[in-house]
Nanobody, 125 residues
Framework: QVQLVESGGGSVQAGGSLRLSCATSGYTYSAYCMGWFRQAPGKEREGVAT???????SYADSVKGRFTISQDNAKNTLYLQMHSLKPEDTAMYYCAADLRFVVVVPDMSCDFGYWGQGTQVTVSS
């Protein structure tokens, strides 16, 4: 059974830092894509950062230069390092996995089918 469990959220003042972790289990191969998403109250869920099938990373414009996505395959853990946090970063943060393929498929974009339960990040001004 695939499981994704986030941790590391909390309350921090503007300008502070947090590192989110997502422990994964239930599969033994590398995910096709891994990503972080967030959803603030009253807003739609948005993509924050993604590890693409070719290993490259992509970020939402709002977090570029402040957030870094990474993974430790030996620990089966995905991370999101967040610096220079702003009140508008306040949201529930979710990690997600696309496990459809084990090789890069040309022109096949990410489609996240597995999600964690989320961890809350609150940034005060």
């Amino acid at each position: 059974q695939v499981q994704l469990v986030e941790s590391g959220g909390g309350s921090v003042q503007a300008g502070g830092s947090l590192r989110l972790s997502c422990a994964t289990s239930g599969y033994t191969y590398s995910a096709y894509c891994m990503g972080w998403f967030r959803q603030a109250p009253g807003k739609e869920r948005e993509g924050v950062a993604t590890i693409e099938p070719d290993g490259s990373t992509s970020y939402a414009d709002s977090v570029k230069g402040r957030f870094t996505i990474s993974q430790d395959n030996a620990k089966n853990t995905l991370y999101l390092q967040m610096h220079s946090l702003k009140p508008e970063d306040t949201a529930m943060y979710y990690c997600a996995a696309d496990l459809r393929f084990v090789v890069v498929v040309p022109d096949m974009s990410c489609d996240f089918g597995y999600w964690g339960q989320g961890t809350q990040v609150t940034v005060s001004s």
